[in-house]
């Protein structure tokens, strides 16, 4: 189970989610077996906090953010797909105390500014949204019970280790452009530096001051037990 809701700073509310995928044309668009947005290995919990607007999550956009002396410890991390893993956003923004992360795919990158959207072209529609795993399989590839061991049904259950240790212990949500167009348009602060502005038809800030809150639910389930965060 996963929940987004986000309000501005007068307490309005933005948006509530995510937003279920849905594209005119698409034979499949109302299909039940279509999942709702989650990122595998994602932490679990609920957390509420300010939003800062992160770029691409890279190590050199934390440290920007650094240099200006905009902290994301306790914030929730806006940042877009590209330039790295998705694992690698939510380690560097975990690793810098960060309550959880959001990623969504800018249209700059993949959506309309590049070309027709599905179904008339290849882009990315409006409301899609890229999943996968945010497990840290940089440092753990493979069965995260097992790191650098063949887990094979011969395993003891001695012989494996908690899972935790290589799976991010704070929330993370995929989004799409949908979504994070209107937590985007009432970020306030700083501008964003160069080359952080995005497709989107709206100038760009970095937010904290309060601008944004955003809360996260996320439960997932491992071998049977409950995430922890």
């Known amino acids: 189970m996963v929940r987004v809701e986000a309000w501005d700073q007068s307490g309005k509310l933005l948006m509530s989610g995510p937003t279920r995928e849905h594209v005119e044309g698409d034979p499949f668009q109302d299909d039940a077996r279509v999942m709702m947005p989650f990122n595998g290995s994602s932490g679990s919990g609920d957390v509420t906090a300010e939003v800062v607007y992160a770029n ?35 380690f560097i ?20 500014t590049k070309g027709d959207a599905y179904p008339k072209g290849p882009w990315r ?20 019970e097992t790191p650098g061991v063949a887990s094979t049904p011969e395993l003891p259950d001695a012989a494996r280790v908690s899972p935790y240790g290589s799976q991010p212990r704070i929330i993370s949500i995929p989004i799409s452009y949908h979504d994070a167009r209107p937590i985007l348009q009432a970020l306030q602060g700083p501008d964003v530096p160069k080359g952080w502005q995005g497709g989107l038809n709206f100038h760009y800030h970095l937010g904290g ?7 996260l639910v996320s439960q997932q389930t491992i071998r049977g037990g409950s995430s922890g965060t």
């Open 93 to 112: 923004a975990e690793q810098r105390g960060a309550a959880g992360v959001l990623i969504y795919s800018d249209p700059q990158d993949d959506g309309f």
């Open 56 to 90: 691409y999550g890279r190590l050199e956009d934390f440290e920007q953010l650094a240099a200006r002396h905009i902290d994301v410890k306790g914030k929730i991390v806006l940042a877009r797909y590209g330039g790295n893993f998705r694992g690698v956003k939510v």
């Open 209 to 215: 001051q309060g601008s944004v809150r955003v809360h």
């Open 125 to 144: 529609p409006e409301t899609a949204i890229q999943y996968g795993s945010v497990q840290y399989m940089f440092e753990y590839p493979g069965d995260p």
